[in-house]
């Protein structure tokens, strides 16, 4: 069964710091990798996604991540982060392929990021 | 945004009860799952629809039931509320790649069980 580690709890990073989150995962063959944020009393939006091709996709508000298939990360980035980054982060892995039965998008456990002046 | 609706967004009620939650999506998407959300737990997979009247168990089942008569309504139900049923549940929907494809939230329901 696929699996998602996200190791941060809690990150503080001060506004125009750079910004790297941690996502690491286990599945057999490739997965389809998300990256989502939960702005408070929100639902989830999806930030960037990764498929195949290119191992560093570019997402919404000036996020991007990076597939590393020989350390099973998905880390997300950001070059300077804004107070209105502040939210808590999911990493979530699918299955892949066409063929993908009863298997299910799973989460991490999140990552809450708290942006100082 | 995705046309998705919870009802209610917030609700307290009593150990014992019976309580139904409601999703409601304008986007004619196949699938649709319930999470919970708790601390420490991130989203965790209740039950989800593939197709109406069409429906399967996630990760932490026990206790809930669901219907999906029509493709825009799935309902949650907390067949004998508890108080370890005290969460936010997020309701998503998804196009035909199901879980390899954008999944869309609504709001959620902030439930109190007393």
């Known amino acids: 069964a696929q699996s998602v580690t996200q190791p941060d709890i809690h990150i503080t990073v001060s506004e125009g710091a750079s910004l790297e989150l941690r996502c690491n995962y286990s599945y057999g063959a490739t997965p389809y990798l998300f990256w989502y944020v939960q702005s408070p009393g929100q639902g989830l939006q999806l930030l960037l996604k990764?498929?195949?091709?290119?191992?560093l996709v570019q997402g919404i508000k000036g996020f991007e991540a990076e597939f590393k298939r020989s350390q099973s990360s998905f880390n997300l980035r950001k070059p300077s982060v804004h107070w209105s980054d502040a939210a808590e982060y999911f990493c979530?892995?699918?299955?892949?392929?066409?063929?993908?039965?009863?298997?299910?998008?799973?989460f991490g456990t999140g990552t809450r990021l708290t942006i100082i002046p | 945004d995705a046309g998705i609706t919870q009802s209610p967004r917030h609700k307290v009620t009593e150990t014992g009860t019976p309580v139904t939650l409601r999703c409601h999506q304008t986007?004619?998407?196949?699938?649709m799952y319930w999470y919970r959300q708790d601390p420490g737990h991130g989203l965790r997979l209740i039950h989800y629809s593939y197709g109406v009247k069409d429906t399967d168990k996630g990760e932490v089942s026990d206790g809930y039931s669901v219907s999906r008569s029509k493709t825009e309504d799935f309902l949650l139900t907390l067949e004998s509320a508890t108080s370890s049923q005290t969460s936010v549940y997020f309701c998503a929907i998804t196009g035909e790649q199901g879980p390899n494809t954008e999944a869309f939230f609504g709001q959620g329901t902030r439930l109190t069980v007393v």
């Open positions: 990764y498929f195949s091709g290119d191992t």
């Open positions: 986007e004619n998407h196949r699938y």
């Open positions: 979530a892995v699918g299955p892949g392929g066409s063929n993908f039965g009863n298997e299910k998008l799973t």
